[in-house]
């Protein structure tokens, strides 16, 4: 089997611009005697690909016979051309399928390309069976070497080659990951709403009183306690107005009234006359007993 180096550059530019997902296309060129060769091929666009295989649908075929009777109407389809992103060159269960069902006929071929190692290898009939080619030659106007009996072709690619790798590496380029993304967006909403609480914290906090209860000790006061205007009570919802008392001060008891007498006080005794009395005798009190018509009974009839 013969393949254009052109052909075998193209294949590798199709692979390496999706390296996560498989990629296909077909293989155009000419069949001699017991031989094949390889001039051409098509992309397969609109292909259903995912992560380890790809299937050609009604779309793709559309196209690539749209393409192949404009450009190649006097060449056949001589096999297909698929990548394995990480995957190494083999034919899996659904190639295999894809092989035996689209391109059954002795000579058509499946190409196989794995754009992570740049290994490569082609696989076709024998028999009833599908085994991988033992001698391939790369036809390459450019100075491309023949493939040993690996399979494998050598590199034949130059500068032009080389400058699709690096476009394609540069696509390949991406960003943090999504999750990174998402984890840093929630720090920092978090970060604000803790920033956020305490700046409302110091800003319009409320003092809370709390009341010393004989029977339950000290408890919190109804929302809505607040000290008057004066400063001088505390109104309680459902209570009323209570005096305030600050620490370091007691509350005075209230004045005496006027005329009052003091509780506990008896009226002192009069004290004795300058001329005095014998010792040992009491002086008379005011008011002392007096006879019925006014006069004193101590003072001496005559």
Same mark, same amino acid.
């Given at each position: 089997?013969?393949?254009?180096?052109?052909?075998?550059?193209?294949?590798?530019?199709?692979?390496?611009?999706?390296?996560?997902?498989?990629?296909?296309?077909?293989?155009?060129?000419?069949?001699?005697?017991?031989?094949?060769?390889?001039?051409?091929?098509?992309?397969?666009?609109?292909?259903?690909?995912?992560?380890?295989?790809?299937?050609?649908?009604?779309?793709?075929?559309?196209?690539?016979?749209?393409?192949?009777?404009?450009?190649?109407?006097?060449?056949?389809?001589?096999?297909?051309?698929?990548?394995?992103?990480?995957?190494?060159?083999?034919?899996?269960?659904?190639?295999?399928?894809?092989?035996?069902?689209?391109?059954?006929?002795?000579?058509?071929?499946?190409?196989?390309?794995?754009?992570?190692?740049?290994?490569?290898?082609?696989?076709?009939?024998?028999?009833?069976?599908?085994?991988?080619?033992?001698?391939?030659?790369?036809?390459?106007?450019?100075?491309?070497?023949?493939?040993?009996?690996?399979?494998?072709?050598?590199?034949?690619?130059?500068?032009?080659?080389?400058?699709?790798?690096?476009?394609?590496?540069?696509?390949?380029?991406?960003?943090?990951?999504?999750?990174?993304?998402?984890?840093?967006?929630?720090?920092?909403?978090?970060?604000?709403?803790?920033?956020?609480?305490?700046?409302?914290? /110091?800003?319009?906090? &409320? !003092?809370? @009183?709390?009341? $010393?209860? *004989?029977?339950?000790?000290?408890?919190?006061? #109804?929302? %809505? +306690?607040?000290?008057?205007?004066?400063?001088?009570?505390?109104?309680?919802?459902?209570?009323?107005? /209570?005096?305030?008392? &600050? !620490?370091? @001060?007691?509350? $005075?008891? *209230?004045?005496?009234?006027?005329?009052?007498? #003091?509780? %506990? +006080?008896?009226?002192?005794?009069?004290?004795?006359?300058?001329?005095?009395?014998?010792?040992?005798?009491?002086?008379?009190?005011?008011?002392?007993?007096?006879?019925?018509?006014?006069?004193?009974?101590?003072?001496?009839?005559?």
């Amino acid at each position: 089997m013969t393949i254009e180096g052109e052909v075998l550059r193209q294949i590798r530019q199709h692979a390496r611009s999706n390296s996560k997902t498989e990629v296909c296309g077909v293989l155009i060129g000419e069949e001699l005697g017991n031989g094949l060769s390889i001039t051409a091929r098509i992309p397969g666009l609109n292909a259903a690909q995912a992560g380890t295989y790809v299937t050609f649908t009604q779309d793709t075929w559309e196209h690539i016979y749209k393409i192949k009777d404009k450009d190649f109407p006097d060449e056949r389809i001589v096999g297909w051309y698929h990548s394995h992103p990480g995957f190494g060159v083999f034919l899996s269960d659904h190639d295999t399928f894809i092989h035996k069902n689209f391109f059954s006929s002795m000579l058509q071929v499946a190409w196989v390309y794995d754009p992570h190692s740049d290994e490569e290898g082609c696989f076709g009939w024998a028999g009833e069976r599908i085994e991988r080619l033992s001698e391939i030659h790369v036809k390459d106007d450019k100075g491309g070497e023949e493939a040993g009996e690996t399979g494998k072709p050598e590199p034949v690619g130059g500068i032009e080659e080389d400058q699709e790798a690096e476009e394609s590496d540069e696509g390949l380029e991406t960003g943090p990951p999504v999750w990174l993304k998402w984890v840093l967006m929630a720090a920092s909403h978090l970060l604000l709403a803790t920033i956020a609480f305490f700046v409302a914290l /110091l800003l319009f906090q &409320r !003092p809370v @009183f709390f009341l $010393l209860d *004989p029977t339950r000790g000290l408890i919190q006061a #109804p929302p %809505g +306690t607040h000290i008057t205007s004066d400063g001088t009570s505390l109104n309680i919802p459902g209570i009323g107005d /209570l005096p305030v008392i &600050r !620490p370091g @001060f007691r509350e $005075l008891p *209230p004045a005496p009234e006027k005329n009052s007498k #003091p509780q %506990g +006080t008896e009226p002192a005794a009069p004290a004795p006359s300058s001329g005095g009395s014998p010792a040992g005798s009491q002086a008379t009190p005011q008011g002392a007993a007096k006879s019925e018509n006014g006069k004193d009974s101590n003072v001496p009839r005559k």
